[in-house]
């Protein structure tokens, strides 16, 4: 079955970095594209990046682009999310996410939490 497992996350100070991971298994990961989402308390699931299944080409959210690098390595069925630049509202519950057909996949998440 599919799993998606974050990990990663944690309490950094505005102007920060972390890397967040995002252990995949169960499917076929170098033929998908992979997302990661994320969501603050009281706020929707927003998307954050993507990148196809090659690795060749990723797309941000406004919100995070020129701070956050997603990438992902097909030999060790991992999906990257490098956040830099962190920022107060960069808080929030960060997932990554599969899905097929109309089946969503997502994992239990990492929290990220951006304070002084």
């Known amino acids: 079955q599919v799993q998606l497992v974050e990990s990663g996350g944690g309490l950094v100070q505005p102007g920060g970095s972390l890397r967040l991971s995002c252990a995949a298994s169960g499917f076929t990961f170098s033929s998908y594209t992979m997302y990661w989402y994320r969501q603050a308390p009281g706020k929707k699931r927003e998307l954050v990046a993507a990148i196809t299944g090659a690795g060749g080409s990723a797309n941000y959210g406004d919100s995070v682009k020129g701070r956050f690098t997603i990438s992902r390595d097909n030999a060790k069925n991992t999906l990257y999310l490098q956040m830099d630049s962190l920022k107060p509202e960069d808080t929030a519950v960060y997932y990554c996410?599969?899905?097929?057909?109309?089946?969503?996949?997502w994992g239990q998440g990492t929290q990220v939490t951006v304070s002084s």
């Open positions: 996410n599969h899905y097929v057909g109309i089946t969503n996949y």
